[in-house]
């Protein structure tokens, strides 16, 4: 039986890849062709897919093998995992509640799930159902131990994911105002059906929504690969090309556990490109059909920006075209599905499915994409008429960003460092750095917006906030304007922290070397510390991240111990038992570390918990 820990040379996987490709796709269509030849680039085990036509067609196709190691090619029927498209369809199924009386949107989620206690400092602002179907609830997207633990089962009640921290019910940004990703709120929408259906979501959904639309290979049910819950005709997941990963129950299951094919999702996706009927029967209002992906809720919607994220569907700009689609991330997998509803027409339209059975992190998956983009067809975007004057004071909008709020508020510290954004007018364009990559233009599309150079339409927008702070959004990130003194202060505090525990761990270990200093300074103990958890993840699995394990409580230990360790390193060197020179330099380095340590601690990161 195969898991996570198991591994086979990739050039052995590779070799398995090749055999199967000239075995069985001797004579490949161009599609596919290309698609093998993309897997062996992108270091993908393989893929399935999917188009739908104008007039209906359906056509699938599948490459690559299901595990590498057994190297049984996959089928254009085999089932895969498709993560957050889960959310699609779990919307659909509220969508439907909502067509048919059961359920009001735009009630506060507490008239179904009273027993949640949101921390809220906008009271006159509840969350509604709604929010929760456009991540705009305000809420976190997920802790550690919601997703990387061995503790939940298939059958874990949903309410679980909220009961044991009631922190995670904190809320970051008003209600409704600004999109922030979170699986915890899809895990409420599950809640939410629940609650109004009076039976488990999963079989609800099974039965309401996935049967009437004959997508018969589908399932909202847990399965995996091995074990009880096996289903032989599922893909394995890969997270690289030589190792594959069995499926594993969460906590925040309704986010992202769904299995089905590349024909089902199809077919799916014809579903919402149409009036809401199946055999004349109405399951989802055509007026709700078409509100997915139609943000109006948002900060960035009201100024007037038609990118963004509504009931379950994203508007998404990309190679040329403008679609609603769903991307799906799950360990060992990446999905996407896209729909191209036509502008001249009531319903219809085109769309695709693809589906890696890979993590799609490090890998350019949206070469998949746009290959499904060529294969039908699709005319390219029209691209909006620029440029437009600029707001009067767009000069001021130049400067530092930070996220606001950002996806994990555990994690908000290294998000403020390594997230950041930065604005720059140059008379005639916004010059848009974000993070490490590339940098973007951005030139006046009319009022407020703009629109980037990859893009076709408004992709951006300035914005002013409550506070009358200055925000940037593309409506599925917003960004605050900080002061650059206390963005770099942190960069300088993070560096000479560094530099303090690098003398500990490189610079007093040296010298003891060369016999210039014992090696009995309490700041090398720290710095040791940090080192002694590494080991010890390795050693573990990736589904232990988010529980208290022996890597994690060493981890805490240690962040626990480095600032007392400093502390007594400062006691001592202020004494003078470490000589003149060393002494000076001891004390130095620990007084740098010590302030890190004020830094992290004052943003909840000392000590370090990772089943917080």
């Not at 909202?220 to 289903?231: K, M, N, Y």
């Amino acid at each position: 039986m195969w898991n996570h820990h198991q591994r086979v040379f990739p050039t052995a996987a590779l070799a398995t890849l090749l055999c199967v490709f000239s075995a069985v796709h001797a004579a490949p269509t161009s599609l596919r062709a290309q698609t093998e030849r993309m897997l062996l680039d992108e270091q993908v085990a393989g893929a399935v897919w999917a188009t739908i036509d104008r007039d209906g067609t359906i056509r699938t196709g599948a490459a690559g093998v299901k595990n590498v190691v057994t190297g049984e090619p996959l089928r254009a029927d085999s089932k895969m995992h498709v993560g957050s498209i889960a959310k699609t369809v779990l919307a659909t199924g509220i969508l439907h509640l909502a067509s048919t009386g059961q359920l009001d949107l735009d009630a506060p989620v507490n008239r179904y799930l009273p027993t949640l206690r949101f921390d809220n400092p906008w009271p006159d602002h509840p969350v509604r159902v709604r929010h929760l179907l456009d991540h705009t609830a305000g809420l976190d997207d997920l802790r550690l131990w919601q997703m990387f633990s061995t503790q939940p089962t298939p059958d874990t009640p949903l309410h679980e994911a909220f009961v044991r921290d009631p922190s995670v019910l904190a809320i970051r940004s008003r209600p409704g105002s600004q999109f922030s990703y979170s699986n915890m709120s899809w895990t409420m929408a599950g809640m939410v059906i629940e609650a109004v259906t009076r039976e488990r979501y999963e079989a609800w959904l099974d039965r309401v929504l996935l049967q009437p639309l004959g997508m018969r290979d589908s399932t909202f049910r847990f399965t995996t690969q091995v074990g009880p819950d096996a289903d032989p005709r599922l893909a394995w997941g890969h997270h690289d090309i030589a190792t594959p990963a069995p499926a594993v129950p969460v906590y925040l299951r309704p986010a992202g556990q769904f299995t089905t094919t590349a024909r089902d999702l199809a077919t799916f996706a014809s579903f919402l490109l149409g009036d809401g009927r199946v055999d004349g029967r109405l399951l989802v209002a055509p007026s709700l059909l078409r509100a997915m992906g139609q943000p109006h809720t948002t900060d960035a919607a009201r100024a007037g920006l038609r990118g963004g994220y509504a009931l379950g569907l994203e508007r998404r700009d990309r190679h040329g075209v403008v679609g609603l689609c769903h991307g799906g991330d799950v360990v060992g997998f990446h999905a996407m599905l896209c729909l191209f509803p036509d502008s001249d027409a009531a319903n219809g339209g085109r769309a695709f499915v693809t589906v890696q059975n890979a993590d799609g992190d490090g890998r350019n998956t949206g070469r998949f994409d746009a290959l499904m983009i060529e294969a039908l067809g699709l005319p390219r975007a029209r691209k909006d008429r620029l440029p437009l004057p600029p707001p009067s004071d767009v000069a001021d909008w130049e400067g530092r960003y930070v996220l606001a709020p950002n996806r994990m508020a555990q994690f908000a510290y290294v998000d403020f460092l390594f997230d950041s954004a930065k604005l720059a007018w140059d008379g005639h364009t916004l010059n848009y750095a974000r993070g490490q990559r590339p940098v973007r233009t951005l030139t006046p599309s009319g009022g407020a917006s703009f629109v980037a150079d990859d893009r076709n339409i408004a992709s951006h927008v300035l914005l002013a906030g409550a506070n009358g702070e200055r925000l940037i959004s593309d409506g599925l990130r917003t960004y605050r304007q900080i002061h650059p003194a206390a963005y770099w202060s942190m960069v300088a505090s993070l560096a000479l922290g560094a530099l303090g525990l690098a003398w500990f761990l490189l610079g007093v270990p040296i010298c003891a070397v060369f016999g210039r200093e014992p090696l009995r300074a309490p700041g090398v103990g720290a710095a040791a510390l940090l080192v002694l958890p590494v080991p010890l993840f390795f050693l573990q699995s990736y589904t232990q991240l988010g529980e208290r394990t022996a890597a994690s409580v060493v981890l805490y230990a240690a962040t626990a111990a480095l600032p007392l360790l400093m502390l007594w390193q400062v006691w001592r060197s202020a004494r003078g038992r470490e000589g003149l020179v060393h002494g000076a330099v001891n004390l130095a380095s620990a007084l740098l570390v010590l302030q890190w340590c004020a830094v992290l601690a004052a943003w909840g990161m000392l000590p370090f918990a990772l089943w917080r």
